[in-house]
């Protein structure tokens, strides 16, 4: 069973498998914004789109509390890239740098 949650006192976002911890994504709160400089999915579940999950959790998160994001993780970026739906999260003087 895959579970998605967010760990406050990791300041970071995970999903579990059966339990365990497979993957996060860390979160840094930065005024009114939240950068997610990485993610990492453990090897052996790569390919199984738990970053993907990972991301939109975090980004539906971030939404939900009505703060800006700064993804600084290249992997959130391009998910953002692929996802438009999120871009109006990242500030607009901030998009060109993320190539939004």
């Excluded at 800006?68 to 060109?96: K, S």
Aim: net charge negative.
């Amino acid at each position: 069973m895959t579970e998605l949650r967010k760990h406050t006192e990791r300041s970071r976002y995970e999903v579990l498998i059966d339990g365990w911890v497979t993957g996060f994504a860390e979160y840094r709160l930065v005024g009114e914004a939240v950068m997610l400089p990485h993610t990492e999915v453990n090897e052996g579940h790569e390919g199984e789109g738990l970053g993907g999950q990972l991301a939109r959790f975090a980004l539906d998160d971030v939404k939900a509390a009505g703060k800006r994001v700064i993804p600084m993780c290249p992997f959130i970026a391009a998910y953002i890239r692929n996802h438009p739906e999120y871009t109006d999260l990242v500030d607009p003087q901030q998009r060109g740098m993320f190539k939004l």
